[in-house]
């Protein structure tokens, strides 16, 4: 493998890091803001459904 094909390689990888560093820094930025009261209640609304849809049987259960 040439050097140049090393190099490339090497810079692809670090450009990669870096993508995945500042999404995880963007993402734990975005948490670290408290929710607002609207936020909460459509969360807890959301989550009532979810956990209500997954109790349910689909057609082909026994």
Do not use: H
């Amino acid at each position: 493998m040439s050097r140049s094909r090393v190099f490339t390689i090497a810079v692809r990888e670090q450009l990669k890091a870096l993508e995945n560093r500042c999404l995880l820094d963007s993402l734990n930025e975005s948490y670290s803001i408290p929710e607002t009261d609207e936020e909460i209640k459509a969360r807890r609304a959301f989550q009532g459904l979810f956990f209500e849809e997954i109790g349910k049987k689909d057609k082909y259960d026994r």
